[in-house]
């Protein structure tokens, strides 16, 4: 337990990093992390989860990306310190979560720091971040321990089925299809990452109601 520390009731982390999040307690597994050197070079935040830690719905998605410093809420969580806090991926995933009836869902990434591509933008995270990161991710899924957890797009997806020793085959087939994982007795629900959320909608068949109606359906 001592290197995993929680915020304080004013927001701030207790650890003493005095980065603020309008998006509610941090959950920080392991303050300071230096696991990735690139990644360290990269950040300015770690992107650490937020929201009730008794949640049965928990959404992990890939990495933050550079986000915008300047935006008065929605900076991305390389600025905020907390998952999916950008204005695009971000709000659309926490409204559509809320929307399908899960206002309290937790939300977290499998990599917590944003990985550059040099140029200012966000690249994949290689195999080794994901591997070094993937125990905060298990502290995550044990300390809350829910339900359900939606995983957007296939790198988080992808990251899930590890825990299990599975490897994914076929993203967009496994997207809506429930899977039981075995390493944590919950199950999976992979989702479209919102980023192409409108372009793969229609080519798997599905309006948008349609779309919302579903997730609605597999989840508690």
Same mark, same amino acid.
């Given at each position: +337990?001592?290197?995993?520390? %929680? ?29 990735c ?11 650490w ?8 719905v +928990? ?14 809420? =929605? ?10 806090? %950008? ?8 409204r ?5 009836g899960?206002?309290?869902?937790y ?5 917590k ?32 321990d ?9 790198h ?43 372009? =793969? ?5 599905? %309006? ?13």
């Amino acid at each position: +337990m001592s290197e995993r520390n %929680t915020e304080n009731a004013q927001g701030r982390p207790a650890d003493g990093d005095e980065a603020e999040t309008p998006f509610g307690e941090r959950f920080v597994v392991e303050a300071d992390c230096t696991r990735c050197p690139e990644l360290v070079a990269c950040r300015t935040e770690i992107s650490w989860g937020t929201g009730p830690r008794d949640a049965s719905v +928990m959404v992990v998605g890939e990495a933050p990306g550079a986000g915008d410093p300047g935006a008065d809420r =929605w900076r991305g969580g390389n600025h905020t310190g907390a998952a999916y806090t %950008t204005r695009h991926s971000g709000r659309r995933v926490r409204r559509l979560v809320a929307a399908v009836g899960h206002p309290d869902a937790y939300y977290t990434n499998a990599v917590k720091c944003f990985p550059c591509d040099g140029a200012g933008s966000n690249r994949e995270p290689t195999a080794t971040e994901r591997a070094n990161c993937r125990s905060h991710l298990e502290t995550e899924v044990a300390e809350i321990d829910p339900d359900v957890v939606v995983s957007t797009g296939k790198h988080a997806t992808a990251t899930m089925l590890a825990f299990d020793g599975r490897e994914l085959d076929g993203f967009l087939d496994s997207v809506l299809e429930p899977v039981a994982l075995n390493a944590f007795d919950v199950t999976l629900l992979p989702l479209l990452h919102p980023s192409y959320q409108d372009v =793969w909608l229609s080519r798997l068949g599905y %309006t948008d109601a349609e779309y919302r109606a579903a997730i609605r359906a597999r989840l508690p």
